[in-house]
């Protein structure tokens, strides 16, 4: 037997290990360029004290203890930890009822598939002015709203104000996402065994129960990854939070990104930031994992 | 066929080299200015300026045939953002039109980035052609990197037509005075105080002009370039006039910290509001938009009877050279023409609405009655650089965000003192005052 007649796949045709490595190595480069330099790179910062231009110093961990000692950070992660929560509660729970409602058959389900997912095509940039107007205390439509119809106490400074500054941008995000979720859901939902649905229809089940006992658990792989990607995509939201707050009022809705870009960017604290986005990175790996985790348990029991 | 298709794309070719090498003995013929400012097409308060460059620029390169200008406009905080990175990359223009503060341009200029202008200044007669301010505030630790520019003013525009109905005078000689004036205007249906505490700039101006109106001016310059505590009589007084006492009182637009520049204009020129607590960066907003009543520009009163005026003044931005200019005598020239030439200097007053730092009398000069308005209160007062203009950048994060923590109670103006006096001395230990900076 030949060395080429060894290496024949199935089909015939020659490869090697060194072939395959040949095709993904393109793949790899890319990665490592683009994805893991950039964190290994930020660690390296994150151990020099560096105001962006110049020679770095190094100081070890010396950002890293900065960082457990300073009570901001801990604020940041706090609101992110409450925006990610909202957009579940907001986005996702609400893109999932939408999908089962969709799901249905229904006239204009397309046309109301597209109206729901509209919101998800508009940049961040526009959905951001398009809310502060709406939340104008002067001159926005949800203040001008609650004094039609009585509510005149509630028409606060929305953006300006330290308890519902946060909700509001909250809402404002909610809105683009729950159209994606929809979608989501929907492609998950048209791949449910249609007959679990009948028996448990002839076993005399009510809606909540099917929703709760042959929905959810038919489509738990899709939920798993969608509330996994709304908490990584939550905990590194910055460009909503920056155009309709700045982290304000005061540092109300400061989160992690954008406490990170001042530190780096307006404080000249690049080491430290990158401390800070390093913890943000474990974290948001962590929870990760932490929920794919209990998914898997979950199912073999 | 292939004969025919081959003569074409041949054609085609030898045209194509003969544009291109056109193209390359003119723009080796040329020397490229790469200028980076601010201002934008998009920006309506940089409308004026906008056409003022434009001019200068083109008046520029005529006077210099072989020079092209290559202007890259973009916001404030792009450039922030994109310069350090772009110097350090060896990208980055050969002129910047940036902020002067010692945070932003600290750093740069500890790293070699920029030129130093010291030698130019005096070269160039600029030391006699333009206000002292202009050098004062590019200039750390002896070495003057920059031209100061858009001399700016923060006194206090009011409607005209609303103070006279109100019966009110025009220029309150002390705080209890504009407190008063604001009940009246209050009591008539006005907003006293057109200010909005959302964006940051407003927070960080208005502190200022009421820190400046409550503190001597010798203890503030004590404090700001010498080191001295900011834990003087006066200070927690000027925060809680302002945020606590004036906003219970309703002097401000409803809401203020969910207010932000645009609803404060509107509220001005919609008559709503009594006076814009802003600066003289808006008066192209007048120009412009405000057709049916007059303005008028008073200066911030002092607190108590005897102490001076004292208006909060900026050098808005300035112009700082790269070190690795690709042509640092036309550089040179192109600030020598644009800061320091009578003809520049008519441009940006005529037709920018800006205040440039050339100070000598210019023949035939038509001012904007608004301008002009603004330097005749100015006239003969003290002015004094606004705290943005000097402070460590953590006391300007604070600045910027600490009138709404206080509006919304967040911290109380005690606190604001010892937050202030904390940060201060941080920014201090870190060479980032005017004080300690050093190479």
Same mark, same amino acid.
């Given at each position: 037997?030949? /060395?080429a007649?060894?290496?024949k796949?199935r089909?015939?045709?020659v ?11 393109p ?9 893991l330099?950039?964190?290994?790179h930020s660690?390296i910062?994150?151990?020099?004290e560096?105001?962006g ?10 950002? +890293? ?5 300073e009570s901001?950070?801990g ?7 409450i ?5 579940i509660?907001m986005?996702v729970?609400?893109g999932?009822i939408?999908?089962i409602?969709?799901?249905?058959s229904?006239?204009? /389900?397309l046309?109301f ?9 508009l940049t961040?940039v526009?959905v951001?002015l ?10 926005g439509l949800v ?18 104000d ?7 941008v ?6 683009? +996402?729950?159209?994606?979720c929809m979608?989501?859901?929907?492609a998950?939902l ?7 649905y ?12 099917i ?8 489509i738990r792989?899709?939920?798993t ?10 905990f ?5 939070i920056?155009?309709?707050? /700045?982290?304000?009022p ?21 080491g ?6 390093i ?14 985790r ?8 | ?8 794309v ?5 045209v ?5 090498? #056109? ?5 080796e ?12 097409e ?5 409308? #004026?300026?906008?056409?003022?460059i ?14 092209k ?10 450039m ?5 990175p ?16 010692? #945070?932003?341009?600290?750093? *740069?200029?500890?790293?070699g980035?920029?030129?130093d ?5 005096k070269e ?11 050098k004062?505030?590019? =200039? ?7 031209i ?6 923060v006194?206090?525009?009011?409607n005209?037509?609303i103070?006279?109905?109100v ?6 000689k &002390?705080?209890a005075?504009?407190?008063? #004036? ?12 057109g ?8 927070q960080?101006?208005?502190? &200022?002009?009421? *820190? ?27 925060i809680?006039?302002?945020f606590?006492k004036?906003?219970k ?7 203020? &910290?969910? *207010?932000?520049?645009n ?40 607190a ?6 004292? =208006?909060? $003044?900026?050098c808005?931005?300035g112009y700082?050279v790269?070190?690795?200019a690709?042509?640092?005598k036309?550089?040179?020239d192109?600030l020598?023409?644009?800061?320091? $030439?009578?003809?520049a ?6 037709v920018?609405?800006k ?18 308005? =603004?330097?005749?209160?100015l006239a ?7 705290? $943005?203009?000097t402070?460590p950048?953590?006391?300007m994060s ?13 911290i109380?103006?005690a ?8 940060l201060?001395?941080k ?8 004080d =300690?900076?050093?190479?």
């Amino acid at each position: 037997m030949t /060395r080429a007649s060894a290496l024949k796949g199935r089909s015939g045709t020659v490869g090697s290990p060194l072939m395959g490595l040949l095709f993904v190595l393109p793949a790899i480069g890319a990665f490592a360029l683009f994805g893991l330099w950039p964190i290994v790179h930020s660690f390296i910062i994150s151990l020099h004290e560096w105001p962006g231009i110049g020679p770095m110093t190094f100081v070890g961990l010396k950002n +890293y203890a900065r960082m457990m000692r300073e009570s901001l950070v801990g604020l940041a992660f706090l609101n992110n930890t409450i925006y990610s929560l909202g957009i579940i509660l907001m986005a996702v729970i609400p893109g999932l009822i939408l999908s089962i409602l969709l799901v249905a058959s229904m006239r204009g /389900r397309l046309l109301f598939q597209t109206i729901f997912f509209f919101p998800r095509l508009l940049t961040q940039v526009v959905v951001a002015l398009v809310w502060s107007w709406l939340f104008n205390p002067v001159f926005g439509l949800v203040n001008k709203l609650l004094i039609a119809i009585g509510l005149e106490r509630f028409a606060i400074g929305w953006l300006g104000d330290p308890t519902w500054a946060l909700p509001a941008v909250i809402l404002a995000a909610a809105w683009t +996402y729950y159209g994606f979720c929809m979608v989501i859901f929907m492609a998950a939902l048209q791949n449910t065994d249609p007959f679990l649905y009948d028996a448990a229809l002839i076993d005399g089940a009510n809606g909540i129960q099917i929703f709760l006992h042959v929905t959810v658990p038919q489509i738990r792989h899709v939920l798993t990854m969608v509330i996994v990607f709304t908490l990584i995509d939550s905990f590194k939201v910055f460009d909503i939070i920056y155009l309709m707050t /700045r982290g304000g009022p005061g540092d109300k809705t400061q989160i992690m990104a954008t406490y990170i870009y001042r530190e780096a960017f307006r404080h000249n604290y690049f080491g430290y930031a990158a401390a800070v986005s390093i913890l943000l990175t474990v974290v948001v790996l962590a929870i990760s994992v932490i929920i794919v985790r209990l998914r898997e348990r979950g199912a073999e029991t | 066929m292939y004969k025919r298709l081959l003569l074409v794309v041949v054609a085609i070719l030898a045209v194509s080299a003969l544009v291109f090498a #056109g193209g390359q003995k003119t723009k080796e013929a040329q020397v490229v200015l790469k200028v980076w400012d601010q201002f934008l097409e998009t920006d309506d308060a940089q409308a #004026g300026s906008l056409k003022a460059i434009e001019m200068m620029g083109a008046n520029f390169m005529a006077k210099y045939p072989g020079v092209k200008v290559e202007r890259t406009p973009m916001a404030v905080e792009e450039m922030t953002n994109a310069f350090k990175p772009a110097l350090a990359a060896g990208k980055g223009p050969d002129i910047a039109y940036s902020e002067m503060g010692v #945070g932003f341009v600290g750093p *740069i200029l500890k790293a070699g980035y920029l030129m130093d202008l010291t030698p130019h200044w005096k070269e160039r007669g600029w030391n006699d052609k333009l206000y002292s301010m202009a050098k004062d505030i590019p =200039t750390l630790a002896g070495v003057t990197f920059g031209i100061g520019h858009e001399l700016e003013f923060v006194p206090i525009y009011y409607n005209r037509n609303i103070l006279a109905k109100v019966g009110l005078p025009t220029q309150p000689k &002390t705080m209890a005075e504009l407190e008063a #004036g604001a009940d009246k205007l209050l009591a008539a249906g006005y907003i006293p105080l057109g200010w909005g505490g959302k964006d940051w700039w407003y927070q960080s101006n208005f502190t &200022t002009s009421m *820190i400046w109106a409550f503190v001597d001016k010798d203890k503030i310059d004590a404090a700001m370039y010498r080191g001295a505590s900011w834990k003087i009589p006066g200070v927690q007084e000027a925060i809680d006039t302002a945020f606590v006492k004036w906003a219970k009182k309703n002097f401000y637009i409803p809401n203020p &910290t969910a *207010i932000a520049a645009n609803e404060v204009d509107m509220m001005f020129v919609q008559q709503k509001a009594a006076t814009h607590v802003t600066g003289s960066w808006d008066i192209n907003l007048y120009v412009t938009q405000v057709k049916d009543f007059d303005v008028g520009a008073m200066l911030f009163p002092p607190a108590r009877s005897g102490k001076p005026f004292n =208006t909060v $003044s900026f050098c808005g931005s300035g112009y700082i050279v790269n070190s690795a200019a690709s042509n640092p005598k036309v550089a040179i020239d192109y600030l020598d023409y644009v800061m320091a $030439s009578e003809e520049a200097a008519k441009i940006w007053i005529e037709v920018g609405n800006k205040l440039p730092p050339y100070k000598n009398k210019i023949p035939g000069l038509q001012v904007n009655e608004y301008l002009q308005d =603004t330097l005749d209160v100015l006239a003969g007062q003290e002015v004094t650089p606004g705290l $943005s203009m000097t402070c460590p950048p953590e006391v300007m994060s604070f600045l910027q965000k600490s009138a709404a923590m206080v509006l919304t109670n967040q911290i109380t103006p005690a606190q604001w003192v010892e937050e202030f006096e904390r940060l201060w001395a941080k920014g201090r230990a870190e060479g980032m005052t005017r004080d =300690t900076f050093k190479f």
